[in-house]
Every structure is written in C-alpha cells, then in structure tokens.
C-alpha cells in the first residue's frame, strides 16, 4: 500500500469526523433550505430553545464553542430577529439568550424540515447505528474525553 492508496481520513480520527460532519452538514443544509436557516443555525436555535434563557458562556460551553465563535454565529440570528441578547438580572455584565417570538417560529419552521433530514439519516445510515454515533459523538464532546484526552 503506498500513500497515494489511502486518504489522510483513513489514518487520523479528527480529519475523517470533519470530513464526515461537512458532507453531513451540507446535506442537511439542503433540506433546510427552505427555512432560510443552515444546520448550525437551526442546531443553535434548538439548543438556545432548550436552554430557556441560558448565558452566552453557557450556551458556548454547551455547544462546545469558544465565545468568539458563538457571537459570529449568533450574530446574523441578532440582526434577522430570531435571537435577542439581554442582560442579566442580577449581573449587568453577563448577557443572556432568548429566542424572540419570530425565532421561535422560525425555529418551529425548520424543525419540521429537520426532522425530514434525521429520518433519511436514520434510514440510510440505520436507526440504531445513528443512536450509537450520536452516544459516541456525545461522549467525545463531553469535558470529561476532553481532560482524558489532555491528561495524555
């Protein structure tokens, strides 16, 4: 076998997980296109939704984003109406997240395509093998792989 034979996805976990999330993105995107919204945007308004009024630092922990990448997320969801910033009650200092009446709609909207996209997931991909993935994917999204992982 030489190293024309096999692609670096073959050999290294992460490259292989990120070439997988894109194509799965990009056709998950296509069945939301009539929504207006991409995977990234719907998965963020469900997660903000069932947060109920999480903090930005929250909802980034949650997602497994650094703060930077969560607001440019997050800022075209600001400037279209579906997500407002407001600031704690108690500490001025730390905004949090709410879905507005328009997000909320638009978020019910895409769910239905949503669920369209998961259930050709599940059925090309199969049910169980889809339930297994995401309790794997979970697991190494979780901080405790993360320390593991850094503890060598």
């Known amino acids: 076998m030489t190293k024309d034979d096999i692609g670096v996805w073959d050999v290294c976990t992460n490259t292989a997980l990120r070439r997988a999330s894109r194509q799965l993105s990009q056709l998950y995107d296509d069945v939301l296109a009539a929504s207006g919204l991409k995977i990234t945007q719907f998965s963020l ?12 630092k929250t909802l980034a922990d949650l997602m497994v984003m650094d703060l930077s990448a969560l607001g440019h997320t997050l800022k075209p969801l600001v400037r279209d109406g579906y997500v407002e910033l407001v600031p704690d009650r108690n500490d001025r200092r730390v ?4 879905l507005t009446p328009l997000g909320l709609r638009k978020q019910e909207e895409a769910l239905a395509l949503w669920t369209e996209a998961q259930a050709r997931f599940d059925k090309s991909y199969g049910k169980a093998q889809s339930e297994a993935l995401r309790k794997d994917l979970n697991l190494i999204a979780a901080s405790s792989f993360a320390d593991t992982y850094r503890s060598g």
């Open 45 to 56: 308004l469900s997660q903000i939704w069932r947060s109920g009024d999480a903090s930005l």
């Open 95 to 98: 905004k949090r997240v709410q």
